[in-house]
């Protein structure tokens, strides 16, 4: 058999180059085994063409398609990412295929507990699903021998998946169609032609534009004969490629047809959609137009803090956690409102209350009711939530009764979700940061202060201790950065908020109004009647593109810093490791290596307290070190990811070693400089690189053949050991070096840099202050050739073009390397996956 004997993800792979090589099989998204998506993007985004189930052996495709089915329902993936045109299924034998539309409705079946393992067949959901679909199977799926139906399955590849983009669209309902109208504005509305400021006068808004694209059917039809409800509701339909205002009083004020511009932007959008909406939810539609705001109202001083893509996608992870009717059940509160944009797409205005510092933001607030947004003035308040006490209206304070009554009442608070997007101010050790004074002076400060320590400089940790303390039994749903579960600053806020953390998604934090940084905003459902300090989960994360991929979080553990620093000593060193910036990937920019010996008389300032000076005896050390800081680049995703105290297996492992002192010799963050003392780092003899003179210190080719000799310290000769005999440990032991394949070209494209080096300034004069460096770093070499501009900063680049191309080919090998080392670094707990 073609795939027979493999794993499950040789399989996957071997799938998709062998079958989807012209289509994209490298996303993830969540428990989906694989996926294809076209490779380019139109104008909306990517629309994925298949997602599968995949098996090794020879598996019966009903039960495949059934367990697919329940991790699509499980994690309602078609409400967070577009819905393919095909569903499938496969193992080494053959490939099946089904049309998405064809079991749609599975995923909309009432009273259903998709809350079950996919994976688990004996389930009654499992025995339910397969009972519903296999007369579907049997009439819609497409089913190929790979070896036996080799040209059928590439024509259905061609005609079918590769020509599917047009296929597949969202059912709307009533929690979905006010994102929609919310996509509507910024993509429809703009192409429409019509004086929007008239007809706002005469009462006509854009959401009667959207309500009449809504009921419209696949033939671009208003489809509306047979309601006369909806009818009789409709200021606006859709006719003739166009709209016609239908208000009988407007009817002959407006009789042309409005166009719009640019039917192909219309048509794309729509395409994403099945319309009209689904038939149980019309008349909830057109009776809840009150909650089409208009969008003036809405971007008022700054309204989209919170970005709507992700207000949309908070309130399906609510849906999917409380249940389709949770508006209906339980109370609302933001109490860090601003202009209330978190509460945009929520329906049930008797349950939502609004709080915020700001009189001003209150006021934005009523304004906005006052033009049709969907909350109640006397359930929208001015509340400082971090200074004001509890304390209801008729006693003389600030929260409406009815809000009062549900915080008291402990019935009534399990049914209270706190919903916010807090603040993210914080104080530095040192004190106030620049226009933050005072920001973290609150009563909840003084009084929490001694459970958060550190974490209380944080104002959204405030926030959440104090509603953990004090609004027990609720729900938490917030937006914050993923301190409170990752940062050892905050393991004693962690030991004292013992809510279980039920749901989170991820997100860029630069795609939020007004902050700034690579680093991930965290969604986070918390359910505090359960108790229990957090300790790992499993989260989604998105970028405004879609879905990326599922990553695992986890509580801190020992940091590296506890492995790596030791008590100073400043004696006979030959260069020191500076880490300032902590123990996560936000501070790899600081960890670095220079000439700089770190005097016993500096260990008070705090510039030198992350910092270790280097001699023989944990040279290798720090190489591991440094290559496990900077072998994974940086990114939003990993940003607070905590590098942590290793296990033991690393310190036997010779080649591990090696590679990372390769890696850190050659790294562009080790800036050894032979113009602040001797350089120790030249990994090259001589006569290796056809140097004009010897070098001054031959430290390094010693250490790596073995035979590290005494060497001169300011004249005067002593060794670089200390004379007190320890036992070496597993690292410490003398002998020599033998590098892998990857270690040796990276030696390689090394020695031809330093040879080009030495070419070069051959013709120069080569006497003392002449400023040419015969024991140059590769620091050095960089300077000479891309040299520094006017601030004294070093270029990016130079305009030699041999030297480009020999650095170039240097960085290369050294990303070759670092692939290699990558897997050891998960391996031996510097990292957890």
């Avoid at 989906?32 to 495709?61: C, H």
């Avoid at 208003?222 to 009083?249: H, M, P, T, W």
């Avoid at 938490?476 to 013992?498: C, G, Y």
Wanted: hydrophobic residues 35%; aromatic residues 14%; charged residues 30%.
């Amino acid at each position: 058999m073609k795939y027979k004997n493999i794993r499950e993800e040789e399989l996957k792979n071997k799938i998709g180059q062998d079958w989807f090589k012209n289509f994209d099989t490298t996303e993830i998204i969540g428990n989906i085994d694989f996926t294809v998506f076209p490779i380019q993007n139109d104008l909306f985004g990517r629309t994925p063409l298949l997602w599968a189930e995949a098996k090794t052996g020879n598996y019966d495709l009903t039960t495949m398609f059934v367990q697919l089915i329940l991790t699509i329902g499980k994690a309602r993936t078609f409400d967070k990412t577009l819905p393919p045109a095909f569903l499938g299924a496969f193992d080494f034998k053959k490939i099946a295929f089904v049309p998405y539309l064809s079991v749609q409705d599975i995923f909309y079946m009432n009273d259903f507990n998709w809350n079950v393992m996919p994976s688990n067949h004996e389930t009654k959901e499992f025995q339910l699903i397969k009972e519903r679909i296999e007369s579907t199977l049997k009439e819609k799926s497409h089913i190929y021998d790979y070896e036996k139906e080799e040209k059928e399955l590439r024509f259905f590849i061609k005609n079918n998946i590769a020509k599917a983009q047009d296929t597949a669209k969202i059912k709307i309902d009533k929690n979905n169609f006010i994102p929609i109208y919310l996509r509507w504005l910024e993509i429809v509305k703009p192409i429409i032609e019509v004086n929007w400021d008239f007809l706002k006068k005469n009462n006509i808004f854009d959401s009667d534009f959207y309500l009449a694209d809504l009921f419209v059917d696949d033939n671009n039809t208003q489809c509306i004969s047979d309601d006369q409800s909806i009818r009789d509701n409709l200021f606006v339909i859709y006719q003739n490629q166009g709209y016609k205002i239908a208000k009988e009083n407007l009817k002959q004020m407006f009789d042309a047809t409005i166009g719009i511009r640019n039917k192909d932007t219309y048509q794309q959008f729509w395409k994403r959609y099945k319309r009209p909406p689904l038939k149980e939810y019309q008349d909830y539609i057109i009776e809840r137009r009150d909650l089409l705001v208009p969008q003036d109202i809405r971007e008022r001083k700054g309204a989209f803090f919170t970005p709507r893509i992700w207000v949309e996608l908070s309130q399906k992870y609510l849906t999917d956690y409380l249940g389709e009717n949770w508006q209906d059940n339980y109370y609302i509160w933001d109490c860090a409102a601003g202009t209330g944009n978190l509460l945009a797409g929520l329906t049930n205005k008797y349950h939502i209350y609004a709080s915020t510092l700001d009189q001003a933001d209150v006021n934005v607030m009523h304004e906005r009711i006052e033009h049709g947004a969907n909350l109640l003035k006397s359930h929208v308040f001015q509340f400082d939530f971090l200074n004001d006490e509890f304390v209801p209206i008729s006693q003389g304070g600030k929260l409406p009764d009815s809000l009062f009554e549900i915080i008291n009442n402990e019935e009534k608070r399990k049914k209270l979700v706190v919903y916010i997007n807090p603040p993210y101010a914080e104080v530095g050790s040192k004190g106030e940061r620049e226009n933050k004074t005072g920001v973290s002076k609150t009563k909840v400060l003084d009084k929490y202060k001694p459970l958060m320590k550190k974490g209380s400089n944080e104002l959204f940790a405030q926030f959440l201790i104090r509603i953990y303390k004090e609004i027990p039994n609720s729900v938490i749903a917030e937006f914050s950065k993923l301190k409170i579960l990752q940062s050892p600053n905050f393991s004693d806020f962690r030991k004292n908020f013992r809510a279980k953390l039920e749901k989170i998604f991820l997100v860029p934090a630069d795609t939020f109004d007004n902050v700034k940084g690579q680093f991930p905003i965290g969604f986070k459902i918390w359910d505090t009647k359960i108790d229990e300090e957090f300790n790992a989960i499993e989260s989604e994360s998105f970028s405004t593109k879609g879905y990326l991929k599922q990553k695992k979080i986890y509580n801190t553990e020992t940091p590296i810093s506890n492995w790596i620093f030791e008590k100073l000593d400043d004696k006979n060193k030959i260069g020191h490791l500076s880490c300032r910036g902590g123990n996560d990937f936000q501070g790899q920019n600081s960890v670095n290596i220079n000439s700089y010996i770190v005097k016993i008389s500096d260990r008070n300032n705090r510039r030198y307290r992350s910092t270790l000076n280097i001699d023989s005896s944990n040279l290798i050390k720090t190489c591991v070190f440094f290559a496990v800081r900077h072998c994974i680049p940086a990114d939003w995703l990993n940003d607070r990811d905590q590098f942590l105290y290793p296990n033991d297996g690393w310190q036997t492992d010779t080649e591990f070693q090696n590679d990372c002192l390769a890696y850190t010799l050659f790294h562009g963050q080790n800036r050894i400089s032979s113009n602040e003392g001797v350089n120790h780092w030249i990994p090259f003899s001589e006569s290796e690189v056809n140097a004009p003179e010897k070098f001054a210190s031959n430290f390094m080719t010693h250490f790596i053949k073995g035979k590290i000799s005494p060497l001169t310290f300011e004249g005067e000769k002593t060794s670089l050991f200390s004379e007190e005999k320890i036992a070496p440990s597993p690292w410490e032991r003398v002998g020599v070096r033998h590098f892998s394949a990857e270690a040796i070209a990276v030696f390689d494209a090394g020695r031809e840099l330093w040879r080009y080096y030495f070419q070069v300034i051959a013709p120069l004069s080569l006497g003392e202050g002449s400023g040419v460096r015969l024991n140059p770093s590769l620091y050095d070499i960089r300077e000479h050739f891309q040299g520094r501009n006017e601030k004294g900063k070093m270029n990016n680049k130079s305009t030699d073009e041999r030297y480009t191309t020999l650095i170039g080919e240097l960085r290369e090998k050294l990303k070759i390397l670092a692939d290699k080392i990558k897997p050891k670094i998960y391996e031996y707990g510097f990292l957890r996956e």
